[in-house]
DNA sequence: ACCTGAACACCGTTCAAGT
DNA sequence: ACCTGAACACCGTTCAAGT
């Protein structure tokens, strides 16, 4: 007969934070953020709710921790080298891709203020505006025009694509809806919108997001000549 | 919603529309974000949550609804009349205030891509971009960068309220505690955030955000005169 | 046309009880 | 220390039935 031997380890694959987090960002990307529920998760780790929050705090710190592994791989990618401003952009350009793979992380971040995801970026840029030579007290005010305008256009892409997904939509006929829906609006007050609505559909997201960023550097130059 | 405006004079008191939004409004700045129910909702407009369903088609179009009085209040109120430049910081501006006093809106408003109350913003800045003489061509990032911004400093701001509301803080006493935390990360890992760590608590949000708009702005400047 | 309210199909979270 | 799973206190949404 077989002795018993006390073994110190348990299965493989015994649930830990790691694992918990893991599952997660497997079951964001698959069925996007509705996706993510402690039943979904249970059933996938093979437990009960209650073993799951001995790991986590709360859903909400689930979601903030699931962003923060996405976001820390992407700022420690290695970027371009060359100079601050073409950091900065490459910075920027590996969470717009990284946003548009899991675009949950995207609402996730705008639900974050102050929180470690952010300090991440937060960091990176501003270290490249250190390096910039923009003043001490021209920094905060330049590394958060950035970090916002970042953080916007995730939002708005993550909410692009969560909503395509609801209705069913591609992103190039979805973005054709909003494009109708525009030309439709009344003349006299949404002049602007109308004349927009066109090149709505055909236009380059990323490209438009790297020029928004070369705008804000620019200013942040301007500044320097003044 | 009603399919055509009923024939008949309605009592004073009956369930419209309008009647719902407000209420939801009152909800929300009362009671924030989570403060919005269905049941809360019938409770104080004394019916049943079929009865909203019969005006409203679900709880995310009531929600931008809601906000969209809000921003739709906000971009009608009187500018200070100037250059396009005043009228757009005048413009963000509002926009600020109107935030800061319903938290929901920022929130709000990074999840309706493309809908109605994005689309106000977007015409009344694109408006002042094109008085500002900017080329066709560069019309739609230079308002996608000031929109994008402004939604993600929304977007935070709100969250911020949010985060203080959950736990009991006033608005101080949330960035003394951000401050803290930023200011015991690693230092070799961390450098900037440490060092802009101790201004969090003093700094002025709303000088901040305007600060960012002219950075922007002058960025647009600097476009001009290459 | 408009409203009622019970019922449905979910949620996140807790907790006594087990190992 | 770690896990189980039933139970709790909610949600948004639907729908047969009423007026």
């Known amino acids: 007969m077989p002795k018993k031997v006390p073994s110190v380890k348990r299965r493989k694959e015994s649930l830990s934070r790691e694992r918990v987090i893991e599952v997660s960002i497997e079951l ?36 903030t921790a699931a962003c923060d592994s996405i976001v820390a791989r992407t700022m420690n990618a290695p970027t371009a080298s ?5 950091i900065i952009r490459s910075l920027a350009l590996g969470l717009y891709d990284a946003i548009d793979t899991h675009p949950w992380v995207g609402s996730t971040l705008t639900r974050a203020p102050g929180q470690l995801p952010i300090v991440r970026i937060l960091e990176r ?4 505006v250190c390096a910039l030579g923009v003043p001490d007290e021209e920094q905060w005010t330049t590394v958060s025009a950035l970090l916002n305008y970042i ?20 992103r190039a006929s979805f973005l054709e ?7 439709e609006l009344d003349p006299v007050e949404y002049p602007f ?4 609505a066109s090149q709505l559909p055909s236009h380059d997201d990323r490209a438009d997001f790297i020029a928004g960023i070369d705008l804000i550097l620019r200013g942040v130059a301007g500044a320097g000549e003044r």
């Open 151 to 170: 953080i916007g256009v995730a939002g708005q892409n993550a909410d692009n694509t969560q909503f395509a997904r609801t209705h069913n939509l591609d």
């Open 193 to 196: 919108a109308r004349s927009v």
């Open 82 to 86: 060359g100079t601050p401003e073409a």
């Open 177 to 183: 809806t909003v494009s109708t829906v525009w030309s």
């Open 125 to 128: 840029i501003g270290q490249q």
């Open 28 to 63: 964001l990307d698959s069925s996007g953020e509705s996706g993510l529920t402690f039943r979904a998760l249970s059933e996938r780790l093979v437990t009960g709710p209650g073993a799951i929050y001995w790991h986590i705090d709360s859903k909400s710190e689930l979601l």
